[in-house]
């Protein structure tokens, strides 16, 4: 139990579906991210919520959207994906977003997503 | 670009032996942070340094954080399976870079 769940643990998808990655936090935290993992790349920052905002897009392509009803949870929607875009994607938060590093980061145990 | 680099990139060894990862890269950190990452979960944070030349340890794992901090080493005394996993280091200054990540294999 990390205190970041992430729902589904695993997604497979066709090209045209609409689907969303759900995460939820229970820390109390006020930073909330979300991450690519892939096989040959390092960990890819992708958004970052601070307080319900964005304050970081990191030149994801619009396929992707995010989405941050309150502090404890974020969304991923997905649409219209290529076979690329399969990867593990982690929600992650922290206590503050803060620029600097030296920031606690929690990762949730990720989504596996595979686009068909 | 920010870019950390991990080395080796895949290690694997028996139970009981000694083992080093590295974390290189040109640019200057103000923190620097070590993750475990097992199958089928998140990373999860081992430590993070903040002084140039500071060591910490972590009961058979020592990190050090290079003088410049430019660079970190995570030294690991007779490996453990419960050892085995995705080792990644992070630094930034202002935002969090993850190395390339370095996959440690202990067979029993």
């Known amino acids: 139990e990390t205190g970041v769940t992430q729902t589904p643990r695993h997604l497979v998808m066709g090209m045209t579906n609409k689907k969303s990655l759900k995460c939820e936090q229970h820390?109390?935290?006020?930073?909330m991210y979300w991450y690519k993992q892939s096989a040959k790349k390092p960990l890819e920052l992708m958004f970052v919520?601070?307080?319900?905002?964005?304050?970081e897009n990191n030149s994801v392509p619009s396929r992707f959207s995010p989405e941050c009803p309150n502090s404890s949870h974020l969304f991923l929607h997905l649409h219209t994906l290529q076979p690329e875009d399969s990867a593990l994607y982690l929600c992650a938060s922290s206590q503050e977003f803060v620029r600097l590093s030296g920031n606690t980061i929690y990762f949730g145990e990720g989504s596996w997503l595979t686009v068909v | 670009t920010q870019l950390l680099e991990q080395s080796p990139q895949f290690l694997s060894i028996q139970e009981g032996e000694n083992l080093t990862v590295y974390c290189n890269s040109s640019?200057?950190?103000?923190?620097l942070q070590w993750y475990r990452q097992e199958p089928g979960e998140g990373p999860v944070l081992l430590v993070t340094?903040?002084?140039?030349?500071e060591v910490k340890k972590l009961k058979r794992l020592t990190f050090q954080f290079g003088d410049a901090r430019k660079d970190s080493s995570l030294h690991i005394t007779a490996a453990q399976p419960g050892d085995t996993g995705l080792y990644l280091c992070?630094?930034?200054?202002?935002?969090?870079?993850f190395g390339t990540g370095t996959r440690l294999q202990v067979f029993p």
């Open positions: 992070a630094g930034g200054t202002d935002k969090l870079i």
């Open positions: 919520y601070s307080l319900e905002e964005r304050v």
């Open positions: 640019s200057v950190f103000s923190s």
């Open positions: 340094v903040v002084t140039g030349g």
């Open positions: 820390l109390g935290h006020n930073a």
